[in-house]
């Protein structure tokens, strides 16, 4: 366990060069004229008198839908559409992101919904029923992107596929459509560059798109790219974008395997408060608050609380809670507040079975997200058909962020090195400015990315486990190792340990020490005073009644969901990442 030190932000860099900041001023001037040109557009269709038009029922701003569709009408989600629908009429409810008029009695449009599932509305002026005017192709045409409407079309089959929809095979063709809740003609920020790698994760700087400083493209697309900031100021169409949908829904997916692998292991949920009266691992980085004439703080861990459902008799427990540190780490690993993912249990004879069963749901989250599963239709046959977990998600964040799928280890073939034996592989496989580490002082983050591309090309890895971390390193709960192993000048070692994906730390966890004796003795050669507030009721507990030997581990959500798809930053995949400098929204 390191502590994070305060360190500028790492990013990648953006384009610098003189030429090339002209260039996308020029594109993003580009920009700016053609948002104009479609807001004057839309502003003169939002003008056409609907009265005399004989399709006036057809079209038009509405609030509410109500009566406003035939009775035969189906109501279906893009993503449900197949085949089966063919020659039907349907009625759809989307954000339209895209239109284009092909001619006077023709225009196309896409219509989104449900994460990335889009596909294409046609519209063609006819003078038999249900009748489509000319005014009415004009004015849907021109209504602003990401606008909420609701459509009736007939399904049909394209002349070809449609390339740019996820529904390819069929499209809309539509004879009536409705606004229920229209976006302004100019965005703060366009679906296409809400769809960019983000490349800018300062939380200083520009704001409201980022004029000043000039907008930032990726080398593969033409599209300006906005900051980190702009997304989060325009929050709405940051989750909207596809990509993020895709890594709320792996997110999404990464809770439900933990909590599934672990209740088929008879581990229970609890929720341990984040309201506590002491700042009893440490005081620095808590935040602290005004509590009724007194001071509370929030939890920086559910650590003594899991202890204490193992003293209380629970026996195997988890939680999934946010986590509060009062750091002033200004990096794409840091948040001030994230959620822990964390469980504790006891230990019939050794600490390995804690650290078996991390890895086991570690595995399991990371296999279980690639996986297919085979879902039988019913009970009586055997048609069925197979589910991707999550792997059209990855590939959704792999065409915005691109990576390489996770190296895993074979099963029973995991990678558990010692302190010492990292140290040693880090010295002499590793970059010669890392060939004196010690093995009493913990890593560094660049020692630990070291290790990380030492140990993928030897073991052939992304995830393994590193064990045995000098008493140095780790907190006072720690158990010291039975058999008193030293390193360096005569440190011990602890049963505790670190894991790591793609070279980066995504969970902490060891055997606790569970004799009060041993307990106090660790507290005060720590330097704490074993009668401090929150301490000294942490002690009690294990002197009140004889708790059995346990052990756990704390994983961070964002972390395992952002270096699982090898994200630039932690802050991607939070909902709404909480930095020093950022609490809004
Ligand atoms: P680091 O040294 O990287 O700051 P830590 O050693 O302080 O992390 P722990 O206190 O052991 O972390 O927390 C357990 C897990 O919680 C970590 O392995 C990591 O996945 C996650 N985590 C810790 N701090 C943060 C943070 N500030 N933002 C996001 N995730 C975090």
């Not at 703060?188 to 907008?215: C, H, L």
């Amino acid at each position: 366990m390191e502590q994070p030190t305060e360190q500028p932000a790492e990013q990648p860099s953006a384009p610098t060069s003189k030429k090339g900041a002209k260039k996308a001023e020029a594109k993003a001037k580009k920009e700016a004229l053609k948002a104009q040109r479609a807001a004057e557009l839309a502003a003169a269709a939002a003008n056409v008198n609907l009265e005399d038009d004989p399709a006036q029922d057809n079209y038009g701003n509405r609030r509410t839908t109500a009566s406003a569709f035939s009775k035969d009408a189906e109501e279906v989600e893009i993503r449900s559409l197949d085949e089966s629908h063919n020659g039907k009429k349907v009625i759809v409810r989307a954000w339209l992101q895209n239109s284009r008029v092909q001619s006077a009695k023709m225009g196309f449009v896409e219509l989104r919904k449900g994460g990335n599932w889009n596909i294409q509305g046609v519209i063609m002026a006819s003078e038999q029923e249900p009748i489509v005017s000319r005014r009415m192709v004009k004015w849907v045409t021109s209504v602003n992107p990401e606008s909420f409407v609701a459509v009736e079309a007939m399904v049909k089959k394209p002349l070809e596929p449609v390339k740019s929809c996820r529904v390819s095979g069929l499209e809309l063709h539509i004879t009536k459509c409705f606004v229920l809740a229209p976006a302004p003609a100019m965005l703060g920020m366009t679906m296409g560059a809400a769809s960019q790698p983000i490349v800018n994760f300062s939380d200083e700087g520009a704001q409201a798109g980022d004029a000043d400083k000039g907008p930032e493209t990726t080398p593969e697309t033409t599209v300006p790219a906005a900051s980190m900031l702009t997304h989060l100021d325009n929050i709405a169409m940051h989750k909207r974008a596809p990509v993020q949908q895709a890594i709320a829904d792996i997110r999404v997916e990464v809770k439900r395997l933990f909590r599934s692998y672990l209740e088929a292991r008879r581990f229970k949920e609890f929720e341990p408060p984040c309201l506590i009266g002491a700042a009893s691992e440490g005081g620095s980085n808590v935040f602290r608050l005004a509590y009724f004439g007194e001071e509370a703080f929030l939890a920086q861990s559910p650590q003594f609380y899991k202890q204490f459902e193992i003293a209380g008799g629970r026996e195997r427990v988890f939680s999934i809670s946010p986590v509060f540190r009062a750091e002033n780490s200004n990096t794409p690993r840091h948040m001030t507040e994230f959620t822990g993912l964390d469980l504790e249990m006891e230990i019939t004879e050794s600490y390995t079975e804690v650290l078996s069963v991390l890895e086991g749901v570690l595995l399991s989250i990371f296999r279980g997200l690639q996986e297919k599963y085979a879902v039988q239709v019913t009970a009586l046959t055997e048609d069925g058909f197979t589910i991707d977990r999550c792997a059209t998600e990855i590939e959704t964040v792999r065409t915005v962020y691109h990576s390489e799928p996770l190296l895993l280890p074979e099963p029973g073939k995991e990678i558990r090195l010692t302190f010492a034996e990292a140290q040693k592989l880090l010295r002499e496989e590793g970059p010669s400015e890392f060939a004196n580490v010690r093995d009493d002082e913990d890593m560094s983050t660049p020692q630990e990315k070291a290790l990380g591309e030492v140990v993928r090309n030897k073991y052939k890895t992304d995830f393994y486990v590193i064990d045995k971390f000098p008493e140095t390193a780790r907190p006072f709960y720690a158990k010291v190792d039975d058999a008193g192993t030293t390193v360096g000048d005569g440190v011990r070692v602890t049963n505790a340990f670190d894991f790591f994906i793609r070279g980066q730390e995504v969970l902490s966890g060891g055997q606790r020490i569970h004799d009060p004796t041993e307990l106090e003795e660790r507290i005060r050669a720590k330097g704490v005073d074993p009668e401090s507030a929150g301490i000294k009721e942490y002690l009690t507990t294990f002197r009140q009644v004889g708790v059995p030997p346990h052990g756990g581990g704390g994983i961070g959500l964002d972390r395992v969901v952002a270096w699982f798809l090898a994200l630039p930053s932690v802050h991607l995949a939070a909902y709404y990442p909480r930095t020093p400098k950022r609490l809004l929204p």
